[in-house]
């Protein structure tokens, strides 16, 4: 059922910036083919979900607003798209409740069928990419998805500069992962997405940024970043997309938490470092963003403001850029660390038996920021359900992260 927008004006950093009352509704899944259309398209049409979206997906005007949705969705792989399971389902439902007009995914599985292709692919007709949409067109209210995007990054991938006899062996891998194709991302839309036009960055070097950590690594720990090693973990994907008569380009990003190893910290936050300098124009080797772009910051960064191990200030690269909006719904259920109406994410999760989330830990690590060239959202929220209501079995049973959603004025 849809419902009316309920919009406040932007606060400070770590405010409350809007809300969304919601209706609990019950959907219930549609089964889909293990072999989805290449094509891409369905016949189904409707009027939008929950305050979502709903876009035509046509080449006039554009909407008033335009929903634009982030969500990790855990280890979201092959298995899960041509199975049926509880999980793929319960993120399905999730998804189609809020009805998002662009949809940006993380941890997704880049379907490899026999020699992988190089890193910095970017795939228009994968597999998975069409097994994901049409799972979504099964259930949504609104327009149908007709486009899609997948990419295959660093993640899994050996890194061929890799010197077992002075280099630590971490940077044996371009990216970590027990196998390629792995947490890569795909992007769904009513859009066109302009594939052509799309970027996945992975091959910067590190040691190639201008302020990077390479030094302070070496200070604090013995470890010399050894040259050409690629800052990106999966990639910075970077994917245009024409809505009427402009262009969203959404910046996706995911790199790995700054934990579990002692390089991790100083290479996340270059990461992060490596997206300001991309928006500044001074990305090494990479074409900045045109002027006055239209662009939204999508993605699980893997830092908290105020708590968790990255180093101080990661955050704020972001945060205090003058072409970013910092906006974060603060409507979550979360109950846990200095702002817990704004944790994206819940260690306790995934899991079917909806565990009670403030017995393990949880943080803020997701983000949708839009550009000034936009403008402050109309309203934004969060999928992390009260634990106490039957909402938090479907939201613990998809995923350890939560979806974000955001109505960027158009």
Same mark, same amino acid.
Request: hydrophobic fraction near 35%.
């Given at each position: 059922?849809?419902?009316?927008?309920?919009?406040?004006?932007?606060?400070?950093?770590?405010?409350? %910036?809007?809300?969304?009352?919601?209706?609990?509704?019950?959907?219930?899944?549609?089964?889909?083919?293990?072999?989805?259309?290449?094509?891409?398209?369905?016949?189904?049409?409707?009027?939008?979900?929950?305050?979502?979206?709903?876009?035509?997906?046509?080449?006039?005007?554009?909407?008033?607003?335009?929903?634009?949705?982030?969500?990790?969705?855990?280890?979201?792989?092959?298995?899960?798209?041509?199975?049926?399971? /509880?999980?793929?389902?319960?993120?399905?439902?999730?998804?189609?409740?809020?009805?998002?007009?662009?949809?940006?995914?993380?941890?997704?599985?880049?379907?490899?069928?026999?020699?992988?292709? /190089?890193?910095?692919?970017?795939?228009?007709?994968?597999?998975?990419?069409?097994?994901?949409?049409?799972?979504?067109?099964?259930?949504?209210?609104?327009?149908?998805? &007709?486009?899609?995007? +997948? &990419?295959?990054?660093?993640?899994?991938?050996?890194?061929?500069?890799?010197?077992?006899?002075?280099?630590?062996?971490?940077?044996?891998?371009?990216?970590?992962?027990?196998?390629?194709?792995?947490?890569?991302?795909?992007?769904?839309?009513?859009? @066109? +997405?302009?594939?052509?036009?799309?970027?996945?960055?992975?091959?910067?070097?590190?040691?190639?940024?201008?302020?990077?950590?390479?030094?302070?690594?070496?200070?604090?720990?013995? %470890? &010399?970043?050894?040259?050409?090693?690629?800052?990106?973990?999966?990639?910075?994907?970077?994917?245009?997309?024409?809505?009427?008569?402009?262009?969203?380009?959404?910046?996706?990003?995911? /790199?790995?938490?700054? %934990?579990?190893?002692?390089?991790?910290?100083?290479?996340?936050?270059?990461? %992060?470092?490596?997206?300001?300098?991309?928006?500044?124009?001074?990305?090494?080797?990479?074409? @900045?963003?045109?002027?006055?772009?239209?662009?939204?910051?999508?993605?699980?960064?893997?830092?908290?403001?105020?708590?968790?191990?990255?180093?101080?200030?990661?955050?704020?690269?972001?945060?205090?850029?003058?072409?970013?909006?910092?906006?974060?719904?603060?409507?979550?259920?979360?109950?846990?660390?200095?702002?817990?109406?704004?944790?994206?994410?819940?260690?306790?999760?995934?899991?079917?038996?909806?565990?009670?989330?403030? &017995?393990?830990?949880?943080?803020?690590?997701?983000?949708?920021?839009?550009?000034?060239? +936009?403008?402050?959202?109309?309203?934004?929220?969060?999928?992390?359900?009260?634990?106490?209501?039957?909402?938090?079995?479907?939201?613990?049973?998809?995923?350890?992260?939560?979806?974000?959603?955001?109505?960027?004025?158009?």
């Amino acid at each position: 059922m849809p419902l009316p927008h309920q919009v406040t004006p932007l606060g400070p950093r770590h405010k409350p %910036i809007a809300a969304l009352t919601l209706l609990s509704a019950m959907f219930m899944i549609i089964g889909c083919s293990d072999e989805p259309s290449q094509s891409g398209t369905t016949t189904s049409s409707g009027s939008g979900g929950a305050g979502g979206g709903g876009g035509s997906g046509g080449a006039g005007a554009g909407p008033h607003s335009l929903r634009v949705a982030q969500y990790n969705i855990y280890f979201l792989d092959t298995s899960k798209l041509t199975g049926v399971g /509880p999980q793929i389902e319960a993120a399905v439902q999730v998804v189609t409740r809020f009805n998002p007009d662009v949809l940006a995914v993380n941890e997704f599985q880049y379907d490899v069928e026999g020699t992988p292709p /190089p890193p910095g692919t970017i795939n228009g007709s994968g597999l998975n990419g069409a097994r994901l949409m049409d799972r979504l067109n099964g259930l949504t209210q609104g327009a149908p998805y &007709t486009h899609h995007l +997948i &990419t295959f990054g660093n993640s899994g991938v050996s890194w061929s500069g890799y010197d077992g006899a002075t280099d630590d062996p971490y940077f044996s891998a371009a990216g970590e992962g027990s196998t390629p194709g792995m947490f890569n991302y795909a992007i769904i839309s009513r859009y @066109p +997405i302009l594939a052509d036009q799309a970027r996945l960055i992975v091959d910067v070097p590190w040691l190639a940024l201008e302020g990077h950590s390479g030094e302070a690594l070496e200070l604090a720990t013995g %470890i &010399t970043v050894p040259e050409d090693y690629p800052l990106f973990a999966k990639g910075l994907l970077i994917v245009p997309i024409q809505v009427g008569d402009h262009v969203l380009h959404v910046i996706a990003n995911h /790199p790995f938490p700054p %934990i579990a190893h002692v390089v991790r910290p100083y290479r996340h936050h270059d990461e %992060i470092l490596g997206m300001k300098l991309l928006l500044d124009g001074n990305l090494p080797g990479v074409d @900045p963003l045109p002027p006055d772009a239209r662009f939204v910051i999508a993605g699980d960064l893997n830092v908290d403001p105020d708590d968790g191990d990255a180093l101080p200030g990661t955050i704020d690269l972001l945060f205090d850029h003058p072409l970013v909006i910092p906006s974060q719904p603060s409507d979550g259920y979360g109950s846990v660390g200095h702002t817990p109406e704004q944790n994206t994410q819940a260690s306790a999760c995934p899991s079917s038996s909806a565990p009670d989330p403030s &017995t393990e830990n949880q943080f803020q690590l997701d983000y949708l920021m839009p550009s000034t060239s +936009i403008g402050e959202p109309l309203g934004t929220g969060m999928f992390f359900p009260d634990p106490t209501s039957t909402d938090w079995a479907l939201a613990c049973e998809a995923s350890d992260h939560m979806l974000l959603w955001a109505d960027l004025p158009w």
